[in-house]
């Protein structure tokens, strides 16, 4: 069964960090750029960052530059994302996912974690 289980979500305070996991299980870790995604109540779901399995290359969306850290754990099949600075903006339901476009869509999804900024 293909899994990916996100966590580490919550509620902090605009300037605060929080460092989201995402434990991948089921299919071939190793042969997928891992992406990061979040959706805010009313907006459409974007890119946040990505992460190649080829050679650990990240890639971020420009909103989270500076700010966020894509990294990943191939001996454990989990990826994280360090965010600093946390904006209110930066509120949403994060999702990683086995892939970094949205067209095509990635071949399989988390359930998705919660983050509150709270300014």
């Known amino acids: 069964e293909v899994q990916l289980v996100e966590s580490g979500g919550g509620l902090v305070q605009a300037g605060g960090s929080l460092r989201l996991s995402c434990a991948a299980s089921?299919?071939?870790?190793?042969?997928?750029?891992i992406g990061w995604f979040r959706q805010a109540p009313g907006k459409e779901r974007d890119g946040v960052s990505c992460?190649?399995?080829?050679?650990?290359?990240?890639y971020y969306a420009d909103s989270v530059k500076g700010r966020f850290t894509m990294s990943s754990d191939n001996a454990k099949n989990t990826v994280y994302l360090q965010m600093n600075s946390l904006k209110p903006e930066d509120t949403a339901v994060y999702y990683c996912?086995?892939?970094?476009?949205?067209?095509?869509?990635?071949?399989?999804w988390g359930q998705g974690t919660q983050v509150t900024v709270s300014s």
């Open positions: 992460i190649s399995s080829a050679d650990g290359s990240t």
């Open positions: 996912a086995a892939g970094c476009t949205l067209i095509p869509p990635p071949d399989y």
């Open positions: 089921g299919f071939a870790f190793d042969d997928y750029a």
